[in-house]
C-alpha cells in the first residue's frame, strides 16, 4: 500500500484526502498536519489521524510521500524540509512563487533523491483532454488561434490569495493551469507573452488577467482569467485551418463546425448581408460546412496519484516532471515582467 500524508488541512488538502481515502485499495492517507489546530480537530472529526507538530508528520517512517496543500509562500520551505526528511513531495500548484525558487528545490530534489512533482491537475480535465484530441485527431486541420478562459463574477476569495506575497492573484492561481496545459499540448517553444494584469477589485494582486502567448510553430493563445465577468464566454475557441471547436464549460457542451472538402467557391458580386455589403463576411452557403458533436470522453483526476506511485516505484515515467513545472514557471516570470513593464516579452522556452 503507498503511504501518503497531507501537510495543510484546508479546501485542497480536504479535496487530496477524499481523493485518496476513495481508493483504499491503492493507498493508505497516513494523516494531515496543520499548523491551525482548528484544522487537526476537523481532520481527527472526519475520521483522519491529526498529526500534533510537522516533525512528528516528517519523521513517520510509514510515509513515502507528502501532499503540500499550503499557501504558496510556504511551497517553497516545506518542500525542502519534507525532501530533507527523506519524503517525495507533491506539491500542489503553482509549483513555487518564480522560477528561482523552483530551481533551488529542484536542486534539493536531485541531491536528496527524493521525487518531486506538481499537482497540474487540470491536465486531466475533460475539457482539455477534448482540446487535445481534436488536435490530435485532425478535426479542424492545424490549429494556428487558441482561446482558453475562466470566468467568474465573485471576486477572490478574501483570504491570503488577495496577498501579494502570500503568492495571491489570479496568475499564480487559475492562470498556472491553464498556461501549464497549452504548454502541455503545444510542442513547441513559447516565443513571446504580452499580458495585461488588472486589480478590478483587489489592489495589489492580479484578480483579472489578459495573456497573449506567441509559439515557436506560429501558433498564437489567448489566455484569460476573470473574477469580474457576469457574461461568460466560451471555456475554449480553437481555431484550425479546416475548422473551429467550440468548448462553452467544464461539462464540455460544445460543437464543431468544418469545412466539408470541396474548395470555397465565392460568389461573383458583393454580397448584402445583415452586415452590409461584404463578400469577406458573408454566411458560408450552408452545402460546404459541416456541424459535429463533441466526442464522447472519459477522465478519472485520480489517474495524477497513481502516476506519481507508479514512477516512484520505477514503473513509468513520471507524468508532470520538475522540468515542465520550471518551464511553465519561466514563463510565468515573463509575463509579470510584460505587465510590469507594459511590453512584450521575447523569450524561448
Ligand atoms: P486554504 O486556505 O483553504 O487551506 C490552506 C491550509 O493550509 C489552511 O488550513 C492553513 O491553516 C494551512 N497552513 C497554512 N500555512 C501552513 C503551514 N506553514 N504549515 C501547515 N499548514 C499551513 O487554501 P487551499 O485552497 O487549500 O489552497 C492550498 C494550496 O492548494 C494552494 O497552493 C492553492 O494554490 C492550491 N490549490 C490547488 C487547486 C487545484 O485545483 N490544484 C485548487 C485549490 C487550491
Not at 509562500?73 to 500542489?92: D, T, W, Y
Not at 530551481?103 to 486531466?124: C, D, L, M, P, Y
Not at 482558453?148 to 463574477?153: F, L, W
Not at 462553452?248 to 460543437?255: E, N, Q, V
Request: proline share 6%; charged share 25%; aromatic share 8%.
Amino acid at each position: 500500500m503507498y503511504t501518503i500524508a497531507i501537510i495543510g488541512y484546508g479546501g485542497m488538502g480536504g479535496w487530496h484526502a477524499k481523493q485518496l481515502l476513495s481508493l483504499p485499495e491503492e493507498f493508505r492517507l497516513a494523516g494531515i498536519y496543520d499548523i491551525n489546530p482548528d484544522r487537526i480537530e476537523a481532520a481527527e472529526k472526519d475520521g483522519i489521524h491529526g498529526y500534533p507538530t510537522l516533525d512528528a508528520l516528517l519523521s513517520d517512517p510509514e510515509i513515502r510521500t507528502v501532499i503540500l496543500a499550503v499557501p504558496n509562500n510556504f511551497h517553497k520551505p516545506l518542500s525542502i524540509q519534507a525532501m530533507r526528511a527523506g519524503k517525495n513531495v507533491i506539491c500542489e500548484k503553482p509549483v513555487m512563487m518564480n522560477a528561482a525558487e523552483l530551481e533551488e528545490v529542484i536542486a534539493v530534489s536531485k541531491e536528496t533523491g527524493r521525487q518531486f512533482s506538481v499537482h497540474q491537475n487540470r491536465r486531466w480535465d475533460k475539457d482539455f483532454l477534448m482540446v487535445k484530441k481534436l488536435i490530435e485527431d485532425g478535426s479542424i486541420g492545424k490549429p494556428f488561434y487558441i482561446e482558453s478562459r475562466v470566468q467568474g463574477s465573485k471576486g477572490i476569495p478574501g483570504d491570503w490569495r488577495c496577498v501579494r506575497e502570500a503568492g495571491g492573484g489570479m496568475l499564480l492561481d487559475w492562470g498556472v493551469h491553464l498556461i501549464d496545459q497549452l504548454m502541455y499540448l503545444i510542442d513547441s517553444p513559447v516565443t513571446e507573452v504580452y499580458a495585461h494584469l488588472l486589480s478590478v477589485k483587489f489592489p495589489g494582486v492580479d484578480d483579472n488577467f489578459k495573456l497573449m502567448m506567441r509559439f515557436h510553430n506560429g501558433l498564437s493563445a489567448l489566455v484569460e482569467v476573470d473574477t469580474y465577468t457576469f457574461i461568460n464566454l466560451p471555456r475554449w475557441h480553437v481555431s484550425g485551418d479546416s475548422g473551429t471547436a467550440q468548448i462553452d464549460d467544464f461539462s464540455c457542451t460544445g460543437r464543431i463546425v468544418r469545412a466539408r472538402t470541396e474548395e470555397m467557391r465565392w460568389e461573383p458580386g458583393i454580397v448584402y448581408t445583415v452586415a452590409g455589403p461584404t463578400r469577406t463576411m458573408a454566411p458560408r452557403p450552408k452545402e460546404s460546412i459541416e456541424e459535429l458533436p463533441l466526442p464522447a470522453l472519459e477522465s478519472d483526476a485520480r489517474d495524477y496519484y497513481r502516476n506519481f506511485r507508479d514512477a516512484d516505484e520505477g514503473k513509468t515515467p513520471l507524468a508532470v516532471t520538475p522540468d515542465q513545472a520550471l518551464r511553465v514557471m519561466r514563463v510565468i516570470d515573463a509575463v509579470f515582467a510584460s505587465a510590469e513593464k507594459g511590453t512584450s516579452i521575447s523569450l524561448h522556452i
